[in-house]
């Protein structure tokens, strides 16, 4: 198991440099480019000449690639020049990656908690009218855009109800204390229970409306799954030697069918914390996704480049978790290694 980690570790390494070289060359292929970004409306031949030379842009593009990895290496991945201008991109990332993976982590615990039994019971009752309405709350997450309906539970519970929060992370009015910049987590840790209860109010509506395509996802293939593992001959057999629900449900049926299940999780989650651009720039709430969408329209490409790399060094680690989570699943895959 060890040799797979470490073989895993290097492929996800190897992943990001190809990834790091592509992105390279594309940002500075795109028209513009970062001379034209800094500089605005006051450019002159002049004056863009004097900043490649002082970027090093005016060298080869594999020196200049190289002078990039190294930099990269001591955490330096440039500064930002639209996002928030003259702050360093890595900076920014790390003080806004906090909220992605709170917002993530709260609607991925609403798609899978829902998801999971739901997709369990409409198998077991395949055909019943408790199946059909899965099935048609499925279709209707996959086919309304996020960004719909994120606008329209902003409407509904913030706008008319002014049940919850309509935007942001945190009422500006709490003087809450910072710690990890998990807001919810920051507040349990300090006893400050208002904060914490504000800042989940402001998770609600933006994990919801995040929450709708991994849940029909999760749905579909956690019910696809059991309706193969139910007409397996070991569960017909365990219910005709009087099994209980509860056992043949646990050692026979939902465990067989959570391999696919744990991969859909996985790549959700990948998906999730690489940024939900529409859903976050809806709820104005100041994440990666947030910032992804600023770095395009303010062609800010140091952000764009390290946002990109981050979102596929996250979706490669969420599959080696998910890897390994299959070797505890499932015993035989581990023999099979």
């Known amino acids: 198991m060890l040799r797979y980690i470490i073989r895993r570790l290097a492929q996800m390494v190897l992943v990001v440099l190809v990834l790091s070289l592509l992105l390279f060359g594309w940002l500075r292929a795109l028209p513009g480019g970062p001379v034209s970004a800094l500089l605005g409306e006051r ?62 982590i709260v609607a991925i615990l609403l798609a899978v908690l829902v998801g999971v039994p739901a997709g369990y019971l409409a198998a077991r009752h395949r055909g019943r009218p408790l199946d059909v309405t899965g099935v048609l709350l499925s279709l209707v997450g996959v086919a309304v855009p996020v960004f719909f309906l994120a606008f329209l539970l902003k409407f509904v ?70 309706l193969d593992v139910l007409d397996e001959d070991y569960v017909r057999t365990a219910e005709a030697k009087g099994l209980t629900q509860g056992v043949v449900r646990n050692r026979h049926v ?21 940024g939900a651009v529409l859903t976050e720039k809806v709820f104005a709430f100041p994440g990666i996704g947030d910032a992804l969408a600023k770095s395009f329209e303010m062609r800010d490409y140091a952000m764009l480049q390290l946002l990109i790399m981050a979102a596929a060094a996250v979706y490669v680690f969420v599959n080696l978790v998910v890897d390994l989570l299959y070797a505890v699943i499932d015993p035989r895959v581990r023999t099979a290694r």
């Open 43 to 104: 450019a002159t031949p002049e004056s863009r000449a004097q900043l490649e030379a002082t970027l090093g842009m005016d060298q080869p593009l594999w020196a200049q690639y190289l002078r990039f990895l190294g930099r990269a290496v001591r955490g330096d991945f440039g500064v930002s020049t639209g996002v928030l201008p003259g702050r360093e991109v890595l900076s920014i990332f790390l003080s806004r990656f906090p909220a992605t993976i709170e917002l993530s």
């Open 157 to 226: 519970f913030a706008v008319e109800l002014g049940w919850l929060p309509a935007s942001g992370r945190q009422a500006s009015s709490i003087d809450a204390t910072r710690i990890t910049g998990f807001f919810v987590l920051d507040g349990l840790m300090t006893r400050e229970w208002d904060a914490a209860w504000d800042a989940f109010k402001h998770l609600i509506l933006p994990a919801v409306a995040l929450s709708s395509i991994p849940f029909a996802v999760i749905f579909r293939i956690t019910r696809a799954s059991v």
């Open 254 to 274: 939902l465990r067989n069918a959570m391999l696919p299940v744990v991969t859909t999780i996985g790549l959700q989650i990948g998906a999730l914390l690489s």
